[in-house]
């Protein structure tokens, strides 16, 4: 993710003593992401070089934290690809550095597809089924602390900075754009009973496309080779809440264009991966436009959200502007607008 908290050698070093890994060979900030700070860590060893990432939470307490780890163990023990964090010698999965939570867990191969097709969206989309019933086995799940209820507070708080700006800053929101928050945040408010009559369980919350990754199968019988899901990554958002707004974020990312447009093929492929292993209900069917539009104002918000705080960041370090991914907000008012305006 994007490097907010910095480690030297040293530190690294001293913290990677606390495994039985190897010793300390280098560490390499990841700039990909927006919300915590991540690094590749390289342990030497007899067989040479092993790769694990190292991950500092920066808006996450440690309660928050050790139940990510707990997801994260009962998923890899349900045999769903997900880097399970490492125990260290005295059998300890979470430290702290630098006065935050920091966990450790193993490099999975594979990359990220340089195309999505038909093919990666039917993939992600089973696999996203078995992660949801796999979410069956846990308990006490927190609700997501980014749905239903954290849209409202979040919306008025960036049209109050809007309708104030200060002389040097442009408005957060145009007054188009303040008056659809408004309408939209109505609209899912409207629907809270039907929010909570979807079958709801364990989500991932923030599926994109850069957290999985493919590797390439080679078929010797004949010389053809395809992309195989190795890898769900960034299980840090993963939390209760309705499957199908899962579902939707997928779709969102994976299925559309940065306009919103979906791509030939995408979708249904998505839906029919998805189906092949969970089938949706008539419920969820008639809901697919409201969780599309919830998916869509989720993000919006949110990249909002994270582009002032990274601004803030930059402001007091301006080197930090060089290990720092800025994602668009735009991009998810648009897809926001054209859900809107379409018929599901």
């Not at 949706?280 to 998916?295: D, I, N, P, S, V």
Request: with cysteine; glycine share 6%; net charge negative.
């Amino acid at each position: 993710m994007s490097v907010y908290t910095h480690l030297s050698a040293s530190e690294v070093a001293t913290y990677l003593k606390q495994f039985s890994l190897g010793d300390y060979h280098n560490h390499q900030g990841i700039s990909a992401g927006v919300e915590n700070t991540n690094f590749f860590v390289e342990a030497s060893t007899d067989a040479g070089t092993v790769k694990y990432v190292l991950t500092i939470f920066e808006h996450h307490d440690i309660a928050e934290v050790e139940n990510f780890i707990a997801i994260g163990r009962h998923l890899a023990e349900q045999g769903i690809p997900v880097p399970g964090p490492i125990a260290d010698q005295q059998g300890i999965y979470l430290h702290v550095l630098k006065d935050k939570p920091a966990i450790l867990c193993p490099c999975l191969p594979g990359s990220h597809p340089d195309k999505l097709t038909a093919d990666h969206c039917q993939q992600i989309g089973a696999a996203l089924a078995r992660f949801h019933l796999a979410g069956e086995g846990l308990n006490e799940l927190e609700e997501n602390n980014r749905g239903l209820h954290w849209w409202p507070e979040v919306g008025r708080e960036l049209i109050q900075k809007s309708m104030a700006p200060s002389l040097q800053e442009e408005p957060l929101l145009t007054e188009e754009q303040q008056e659809i928050l408004i309408d939209e945040v109505e609209f899912q408010e409207s629907n809270t009973e039907l929010w909570y009559n979807l079958p709801r369980g364990l989500i991932h919350g923030d599926l994109f496309h850069d957290n999985a990754l493919f590797e390439v199968v080679e078929f010797k019988s004949t010389e053809s080779s395809s992309d195989q899901l190795g890898a769900i990554l960034d299980i840090y958002n993963s939390c209760q809440d309705a499957w199908l707004f899962d579902l939707a974020i997928v779709a969102n990312d994976w299925c559309a264009n940065s306009v919103g447009v979906w791509q030939e093929g995408s979708l249904p492929a998505l839906l029919a991966g998805y189906q092949s292993v969970r089938e949706l209900t008539k419920l969820e069917q008639q809901a697919w436009g409201m969780c599309l539009r919830a998916a869509a104002l989720r993000f919006w918000l949110s990249r909002l959200m994270t582009q002032q705080h990274q601004a803030e960041v930059v402001a007091k370090d301006p080197m930090a502007a060089l290990v720092t991914t800025e994602k668009d907000p735009m991009e998810y008012f648009l897809k926001l607008v054209r859900h809107r305006e379409t018929q599901y």
